[in-house]
C-alpha cells in the first residue's frame, strides 16, 4: 500500500488549501482514511478521519475541516478554510486495515510522506 500526498504549501492566516492523498495497492473503499499533523517539536497528532459514513474531527479543527472521500479516484481530500497559524505542520494521511473510523494513531497501519503546510500571519 502506497499513499501520496500533495497540496501543502505556504498561505495567510484566514486562507484555505486543499489536500489530496491518493493510495494504491489495495481496494481503497474498504478502509478508513485519515489525516493527521505533525507541528515542530510536537507529536503526530489526529485530525480527521472518515469511513463509509462516519467522519470524526479534532475539536480544534471542526467546523473548518472537511474530509472527504472519492472511491472511485482512491484519493482522500482535506479542505483547509479558516486556517490559523497554529495550523502549520507536517500533514500525514493515513490508512487503516478496518474501516472503523478511530482517532488513535497507532491504529493507522499505513502512512504517507506528510506534505507541509504553513500558514502565516
Known amino acids: ?4 500526498a500533495s497540496g501543502g ?3 495567510q492566516a484566514g486562507g484555505s488549501l486543499r489536500l489530496s492523498c491518493a493510495a494504491t495497492g489495495r481496494t481503497f473503499s474498504r478502509y478508513a482514511m485519515g489525516w493527521f499533523r505533525q507541528a515542530a517539536g510536537k507529536e503526530r497528532e489526529f485530525v480527521a478521519a472518515i469511513g463509509w459514513t462516519t467522519i470524526s474531527y479534532a475539536d ?3 467546523g473548518r475541516f472537511t474530509i472527504s472521500r472519492d472511491d472511485a ?3 482522500v481530500y482535506l479542505q483547509m478554510n479558516g486556517l490559523k497559524p497554529e495550523d ?3 500533514y500525514y494521511c493515513a490508512s487503516r486495515s478496518s474501516i472503523v473510523v478511530v482517532t488513535t494513531l497507532n ?8 506534505t507541509l ?3 502565516s500571519s
Open 107 to 114: 491504529d493507522y497501519d499505513y502512512w504517507g510522506q506528510g
Open 60 to 62: 480544534s479543527v471542526k
Open 88 to 90: 502549520t505542520a507536517v
Open 1 to 4: 500500500v502506497q499513499l501520496q
Open 117 to 119: 503546510v504553513t500558514v
Open 9 to 11: 504549501g505556504l498561505v
Open 73 to 75: 479516484k482512491d484519493t
